[in-house]
């Protein structure tokens, strides 16, 4: 099977007065599996309607298969799509419900029962094909949508938050056999998601959106280790970066970064970076593993100096202890053993490790280091 690529060139999409989406362009490869993260309402439903057809482009090229089909109508663009909710027919079997676009479309009826038996087996099916979808678990019936969508054999599949009303645990499951699939399958897959654990869990790539606007567009971990700016810094991890309004400052032979209620000195490996922004007004970006009790930064070898906070609150996660502590006048979290002594309103000293630091700026947010 030809595998089949999606570009999008600076497309905009407007609702009467209200710009929804902006300036879009991505290229997504061939067999790619390719997810849009981001908030409720930061576009990126409406790029995967205009990539299907259901929703017109105000302005700019969409090309599938590098064939212009801004102008197609969805049923001429060989994608098929998988929607939140799981739109099965409640008369029909699970066969009849995977064979239904095939049938609709004429095909013979031993392709049919072909490509429905397939695409069974591919999915653990084959003892459903008899039920109707109220005798279904939700991740049964998802399967289903999923079946269907399988047996057109189409150039593209585009999934609309497919997983979102599934239980927790189901939705763990379900992430292994979407990822399996695509391994079995390499069809393009164009993924949306408010959930960055789902994005960066199945996403050869990820694009990060926010007010319609592409924030970053690269592989998982290249995007958790390089955030474009202090919006994908934030979005992407869990629990989320820590940030400090700060300005580097250099004294003697070192770099200082002064916050209004503490001051800590950086590592000597990024002076030539530091040195272009002396003066200036910084974001100090510190992931919550990288922020921990004092005792334990002396052993790992952090930071020497010590940041007092007072404990909010905590999260005792059986392995990791997560702690909310309000360190002047702003709430940070950070990790301690699970044998730390968590007591609510204590004072906690703290150390950080500077060495996976990031520094934005704070007039444009875009990272520094």
Do not use: W
């Not at 084959?126 to 019936?141: A, E």
């Not at 958790?224 to 820590?242: D, E, K, L, Q």
């Amino acid at each position: 099977m030809t595998l089949t690529g999606v570009r999008l060139e600076n497309v905009y999409k407007n609702f009467g007065k209200v710009e929804v989406v902006a300036n879009v362009s991505m290229e997504i490869k061939p067999g790619e599996f390719v997810v849009l993260v981001g908030p409720s309402g930061c576009g990126k439903t409406t790029t995967l309607r205009m990539i299907a057809g259901l929703e017109e482009v105000t302005s700019g090229k969409i090309y599938i298969d590098n064939k212009d089909v801004t102008l197609i109508p969805p049923k001429d663009r060989d994608i098929a799509m998988v929607f939140q909710n799981y739109a099965l027919y409640p008369h029909m079997t699970v066969r009849e419900n995977m064979g239904f676009a095939l049938k609709m479309r004429k095909n013979p009826k031993n392709i049919i029962d072909e490509r429905v038996a397939e695409a069974a087996e591919i999915l653990g099916l084959q003892k459903l094909l008899d039920r109707k979808p109220k005798q279904l678990s939700g991740g049964q019936r998802q399967r289903v949508a999923l079946g269907r969508a399988i047996v057109r054999q189409p150039k593209v599949f585009l999934m609309d938050e497919p997983l979102s009303n599934l239980d927790a645990k189901l939705r763990v499951q379900m992430r292994g056999e979407l990822k399996k699939l695509h391994e079995r399958l390499r069809t393009t897959v164009v993924y949306v998601t408010h959930d960055q654990v789902e994005a960066m869990t199945l996403g050869s790539r990820i694009c990060i959106m926010n007010d319609g606007v592409i924030q970053q567009f690269a592989e998982p971990m290249n995007v958790y280790s390089n955030p474009a700016n202090t919006y994908v810094a934030g979005f992407i991890g869990s629990p989320a970066m820590n940030f400090f309004d700060g300005v580097v400052a250099k004294k003697g032979t070192e770099y200082i970064f002064q916050a209004s209620s503490f001051e800590l000195q950086l590592p000597k490996t990024l002076e030539k970076q530091l040195k272009e922004v002396v003066g200036v007004e910084v974001v100090l970006g510190v992931r919550p593993e990288d922020i921990v009790d004092y005792e334990k930064a002396v052993r790992k070898n952090y930071t020497k100096e010590k940041v007092i906070g007072n404990i909010e609150f905590a999260e005792l996660l059986g392995s990791q202890t997560f702690v909310h502590i309000k360190i002047g006048d702003k709430l940070v979290m950070g990790e301690v053993d699970p044998s730390y002594p968590v007591s609510l309103g204590a004072e906690i000293e703290l150390g950080f490790n500077l060495k996976n630091m990031y520094l934005f700026d704070r007039t444009t947010h875009k990272a520094i280091i």
